[in-house]
Nanobody, 116 residues
Framework: QVQLVESGGGLVQAGDSLRLSCAAS????????MAWYRQAPGKEREFVAS???????YYTDSVKGRFTISRDSTKNAVYLQMNSLKPEDTAIYYC??????????WGQGTQVTVSS
């Protein structure tokens, strides 16, 4: 069974940085597309960043140049380095494993709050 556990969220001020982690078990992160999504209060969940099996990386426009997605095969984890945080980045951040074969799996989320 696939399990994804996010950590690293917290309360920070605008301009600060945070590094989110997603620890995976049951599947290897390098074998699938891994992604970060976020959901702000009253809004739909939205795509933030992803890294494919072949290490192609994608970002939503609002985080380009500020966020960096990466993965570590030795730790079987995916990370989201978030710099220059803005109040509009406040949301619950979710890790996702996406596969047309085994299905999609989500973590429980980690709260990021950015104060102005």
């Amino acid at each position: 069974q696939v399990q994804l556990v996010e950590s690293g969220g917290g309360l920070v001020q605008a301009g600060d940085s945070l590094r989110l982690s997603c620890a995976a078990s049951g599947r290897t992160v390098v074998g699938y597309t891994m992604a970060w999504y976020r959901q702000a209060p009253g809004k739909e969940r939205e795509f933030v960043a992803s890294i494919t099996r072949s290490a192609n990386i994608y970002y939503t426009d609002s985080v380009k140049g500020r966020f960096t997605i990466s993965r570590d095969s030795t730790k079987n984890a995916v990370y989201l380095q978030m710099n220059s945080l803005k109040p509009e980045d406040t949301a619950i951040y979710y890790c996702k494993l996406a596969s047309p074969v085994v299905g999609d799996y989500w973590g429980q989320g980690t709260q990021v709050t950015v104060s102005s």
